[in-house]
């Protein structure tokens, strides 16, 4: 199984290489990475959302479809390139870690190259080894897309996921629509920024995983 996922890795990475060269526009920013996943909705990417350096994330979601019903998620990005975070279960009362580390940031010539690990709360539970690769398009017009696929290996199963997403804002960056597939069900999620709690933000959507409706809280703010 190990030399099975080493070489779906393998695979990815040289799939994403043909990806980056047929895939016209650039990122973001220079340090946009993995954008779909910038937006933190969802059960995975809540986890494994870039931050900039010295940035918290905390993020709340409600869904009677996750394995912990509740999944509370505080992140902290170290460098430009590494976040760490912890993952709180409230059904089992679980704390387990998790971490993404940007292999390389996306370009006009190359997507980003991620990998991580976080806890899995979508048809089964155990945490997650995961490689990643997002590209952000600009050629739709006005609308700019960004997207990713990937691979995760879940402890306790024996064959690797397969990871793929997308993030659209909407109404000028006031609303981020998400569509993602954990391997298991399909997350669709819409979030917006409501208000300031002082000098945090707060943004609020729902997320539906599977026929399942949940809600999800979450901020961010600088060190």
């Known amino acids: 199984m190990q030399i099975r996922f080493s070489f779906c890795v393998a695979a990815l990475f040289a799939a994403s290489g043909a990806w980056a060269q047929s895939a016209p526009g650039g990122p973001l920013s220079p340090s946009a990475g993995w954008a779909a996943q910038r937006a933190g909705i969802g059960p995975a990417s809540s986890q494994a959302a870039i931050l900039a350096k010295s940035q918290f994330f905390l993020s709340t979601l409600s869904n009677s479809a996750i394995v912990g019903k509740t999944e509370t998620v505080l992140r902290y990005g170290v460098t430009e390139k590494l976040s760490v975070g912890l993952s709180h279960l409230r059904k ?75 993030a659209l804002p909407l109404l000028n960056n006031a609303l981020t629509a998400s569509a993602q597939w954990e391997g298991k069900k399909l997350s669709l999620g819409i979030v917006g920024m409501v208000g300031t709690l002082g000098k945090y933000p707060i943004r609020f959507g729902l997320v539906a995983v599977g026929d399942t409706l949940g809600t999800l809280g979450a901020t961010t703010w600088q060190r």
């Not at 996306?106 to 590209?135: C, D, H, M, Q, W």
């Not at 050629?139 to 995760?152: E, Q, W």
């Open 92 to 166: 089992q009362g679980t704390l387990r870690p998790n971490a993404n580390y940007t292999l390389t940031s996306e370009s006009v010539e190359s997507p980003s190259l991620n990998i991580g690990i976080y806890e899995n709360s979508i048809g089964g539970k155990g945490s997650a080894f995961y490689a990643t690769a997002g590209r952000t398009l600009s050629d739709m017009g006005p609308v700019t897309f960004s997207g990713y696929m990937g691979i995760a290996k879940v402890s306790g199963e024996r064959a690797p996921r397969f990871l793929v997403g997308a």
